[in-house]
């Protein structure tokens, strides 16, 4: 990972947001993580290479988070499934700019265009484990466990660079994405509690940990946090951090 300043032709990855489906600081909530002053939006990344800005999942914060990055024109969207949190911000396009075209696995669209029938999303379905260029980054979808919802995990590929993103997920990945997850440069981690709490369809910090370790990831972040998840975690991501490479 290089630090900022880079030339045109890397590609740069924006954490816009790395909180879970409430976002930080809950509503109501006067514990001491919610009243530390900070926040986290809900979870979603911008990648950016050559002038072409993908924006992984369209969170309900999309408005102020493409705000906050100098409202770039949005030329993809990649979509791991179909919970509020992660489409809601789709809308946010409307009389913006034309609706970008939406990548997705075929059930996660099928999902997705019925709900936002009313945008007209120009939808490009594609398969599981099989990959597809966005404007020279190699992107492949793999099944991942966060039941009962079809979900799936996000590879991106670029010139020797390999970085992936878990989205939401337990630890029960299946073995064919595993293979494809593995040796990344930089892992994006589901994290929404910690240890000690135990959730069905998501992982704690500590099973988070155990996958970066088993995926032999270089480097990794934790996203889709809680509320509960203290600000100075080690691999806590926050919003804004960029990573280019």
Request: aromatic residues 8%.
């Amino acid at each position: 990972m290089s630090s900022a300043g880079a030339m045109s032709d890397l590609m740069k990855i924006t954490l816009l947001g790395t909180g879970d489906t409430i976002g930080t600081p809950r509503i109501g909530c006067s514990c001491d993580n919610c009243t530390a002053g900070r926040e986290r939006l809900r979870t979603s990344l911008l990648v950016e290479v050559a002038d072409h800005h993908i924006l992984i999942d369209t969170s309900p914060d999309l408005r102020r988070q493409l705000l906050l990055q100098g409202s770039p024109h949005i030329d993809a969207v990649v979509w791991t499934h179909g919970h509020y949190d992660h489409y809601a911000g789709y809308g946010e396009f409307y009389r913006i700019q034309r609706a970008p075209p939406a990548y997705g696995a075929p059930p996660v669209l099928d999902y997705l265009t019925n709900q936002l029938h009313f945008l007209r999303v120009p939808a490009h379905p594609q398969e599981v484990y099989r990959p597809f260029d966005l404007f020279g980054i190699t992107v492949t979808l793999v099944v991942v466990d966060h039941p009962p919802i079809y979900t799936c995990g996000v590879v991106l590929e670029y010139e020797g660079v390999k970085v992936v993103h878990t989205a939401d997920t337990s630890c029960n990945i299946p073995a064919r994405s595993l293979e494809f997850m593995k040796d990344a440069d930089l892992l994006f981690v589901d994290s929404i509690v910690m240890p000690g709490i135990n959730i069905s369809k998501h992982m704690n910090y500590e099973e988070a940990c155990n996958l970066a370790d088993k995926l032999n990831a270089k480097d990794f972040r934790c996203v889709h946090m809680s509320h509960r998840v203290p600000w100075d975690l080690p691999h806590a991501g926050y919003d804004g951090e960029v990573f280019e490479f």
